[in-house]
């Protein structure tokens, strides 16, 4: 509904500029929420487009790790509650896209670049789910370290962004107990099913650490993003509060973190160094399944073509028969 | 037939926006949007996308095109109002004067 | 109550849980977003409707199966699910014209099962009455959509259409278990529901530019279970897990 605000009709003075400049700071550092129409600067537009778009990207490739789990879910109750959480992701990678569109990029636009492999999204999703448990890690794992994520992000300085992280996180607190759920009936089941349950924490945890981004010394975004409120938290920060969190509930399920350097220290659990060259090489392209993932969606899209051309070319036909009428 | 566009804009689904009424007696409040090539496929999308945990009694899906925004460098001369008497608190009220 | 109740329910939920189980496989592949999500509604939707009638054939059969050891631990002749919707998903054309076929079954048979004498059942129905008036109203909009929207779309509907019409009737073909369960009232007769199902295929097609195919030899068989070469394959997959660990609990 904002895309008629972003004509910016005639180029502005240096002088209209800086004043407006000062204003926009001014009005983020007063926590004021930035309005689609309102002015702002074009690095703080491309910053909000880029990340935004990387996290609706990330929501979308992010049902086909466990949407490959529906139709093998191992009860009926289960398959529903996945398919609702897999569901629930579409959701969310659709909110995203909207609030990204505020910001003069269309849906199509980003689509194209997601397909093309010119835009990332989480590297987690690279990795390949190998068993039932896996479904529980993600739940557990993965969101819970996006909610550490998304959560500052419902005060996001950008409104649509911040109202989509509302509904968004309010939609996702199931998705963690769900995981967790599963965990949990797994860690108390058979030997079998304790040992598929270590396997896909061995597994998951490194990769989980990583969703929190660089660590703080070699993160390029972290200033730009705090100051203009979009961040609230460094990745550090974010990624020993997750730790923090989640050892004790590995703890709880009987289950052991594979991290050797693991220690508590009286106020926090100190973790080892994840592999960063790893998650470098996941993130560029390079992972187990960056490649089957972006075909997965290309596949989609253009399978889908023909359903998309149809029903806008039924719209059409149907508008001018009205016209007639 | 008619002229084709390009195919890339031949699958284009406008954007709309929508209002749900989440109980009755309340209004339609703005949630979000989405893409529909049509009003009918709009309000159902519209209910698939944001009413799945019950949240809606009534929707409304507007084309986005047809909103009409304020322009934000109005804000001033248009929101910049200052009529305190417009506000009960701006009149005192007797001690001892009940139902004011 | 006994043997034909059984049956009976199963026809329909093991109808249900096949379709939702093919329809799964769309989440995170449909043409657009917004009808990913739709979708999965409608598959949620189907879902819960499977698991209360087996639930409810298990209790019946008094042996102790509940939903998931009526899923996962029969082998395809005990299924007893309609040909229509062990066919494969095919394009979204042929997904939502399978859809259609499936969902003007099911909103006619819902209402009627609102009045079964078996009050389980009846409940089950109040409110799967309410999904299939919305299922039906997805897939007619998108059957329409797709037969009258460009030349490609159209000839894959004929496609869809010919390869799925044969099996649109299987539904309506009474024996002698649909015959026991009317006279109990447990269900009503599946050819009661035909009028009502042509009326409406019919005009939705009609709408789509389609044209409504001669009545041919009705494919038949999966309710009493003799099944397609496909369900096989649909009900090892979806079992694999359960079945590889046979004590466990999920």
Redesign the interface.
Known sequence: ?????LDQAEPLGDEDLSRLSERFEAKVAAEDKV?P???MPDAYRTLLVRQIAQHAHSE?VG??PE?NW???????????IL??K???E??H???L??AA?TLGI???EMVEQLLAGTAKYSSIFNYPTLT?ADCGAIGWLVDGAAIMNQVPLCRCSYGPYA??MV?ICR?ESFHQRQGFE?MT?LSQ??P??KAMAQDALDRWWWPSLMMFGPPDAQSTHNDRSMRWKVKRFTNDELRQKFVDMTVPQAHFLGLTVPDPDLSYNGEHWVFGEPDWSEFKRVLSGDGPCNRERLA?RN??HD?????????????????SRERVA | M?ASPEP?Q????P?W?VFVRSRSGLAHQH?????A??AE?AIANARD?YT??GEGASLWV?P??S?V?S??DDKESFFGLDEEFRHPSHYVVPDGVVGI | MGDHAVDALLRVGDSC?VL??RL??W???????????AL??V??DI??Q??GL?TRAGEIEGAGRD??AL??LRDAPDYRNLLLVEQPNG???TTMLRQLLFDAWAVELWPALVFSTDPVVAGIAGKAAKEAAYHVRHSASWV???G???E??HQ?MLAALDMLWPYAGEAFLDDEVDVAAAESGLMPLPSSLLPAYRHRVESVLAEATLPVPPDPWWQRGGRQGSHGEHLTYLLA??Q???RA?P????
């Open positions: 509904m904002y895309t008629q605000g309005e129409t309102d002015w979308i049902m086909l949407g529906l139709s093998r879910a191992p009860s009926l109750r289960r398959k529903g398919l609702a897999v569901q629930d579409a959701g990678g659709l909110y896209y909207c569109e269309s849906r199509d039932w109202r989509a509904r939609e599963i009936v089941g058979t079998e099913q997965a596949k989609a399978d889908g073509a023909w359903v998309r051309e149809a029903a806008v070319a039924h719209a059409e036909k149907k508008r | 008619n890339g031949r699958s284009t689904w954007l926006e949630v979000g949007s989405l893409h090539v049509d496929m996308v799945r945990r507007v986005a095109t909103i925004a322009d934000p | 849980l939702a189980q799964t496989a989440c995170g592949h449909a043409p657009a977003l917004e009808e990913d999500i999965a509604n598959a949620l879902l819960g499977a698991r087996l939903e998931d899923a996962y394009d979204y054309g329409v959509r797709l009258d929207g460009t490609e779309s894959r997959e979806m694999v897990v359960h660990h004590d466990a609990t999920w």
